[in-house]
Nanobody
Framework: QVQLVETGGGLVQAGGSLRLSCAAS????????MGWFRQAPGKEREFVAA???????VYQDPVKGRFTISRGNAKRTIYLQMNSPKPEDTAVYSC????????????????WGQGTQVTVSS
């Protein structure tokens, strides 16, 4: 059974830093793209960042230069380093995995974690 489990969410002050982790299990993810999406109250889920099996990364414009996605050596864990977060980054952050290249369309992703709440205070 495939599982993606996020940890590291919580309350952070604007301008601080927070690191999210996602541990994947249940199959090999060495050829999967893994990524992060977020959903704020009353808004649709939106793409944040993704990393391919080769290490290529892509970011949504609002987080470029502030967030960094990375992948563990075993390719079963990914991280999202959130530096200088802003109140508008407050959302539930979900880890996802998909076979193949990145897609900003959440419907194109095969596996999802349960999500972790990130709240940025001003």
């Amino acid at each position: 059974q495939v599982q993606l489990v996020e940890t590291g969410g919580g309350l952070v002050q604007a301008g601080g830093s927070l690191r999210l982790s996602c541990a994947a299990s249940g199959r090999s993810f060495s050829d999967y793209t893994m990524g992060w999406f977020r959903q704020a109250p009353g808004k649709e889920r939106e793409f944040v960042a993704a990393i391919t099996w080769s290490g290529s990364t892509v970011y949504q414009d609002p987080v470029k230069g502030r967030f960094t996605i990375s992948r563990g050596n075993a390719k079963r864990t990914i991280y999202l380093q959130m530096n200088s977060p802003k109140p508008e980054d407050t959302a539930v952050y979900s880890c996802a995995a998909r076979s193949g290249l990145n897609s900003r369309n959440s419907n194109a992703w095969n596996y999802w974690g349960q999500g972790t709440q990130v709240t940025v205070s001003s």
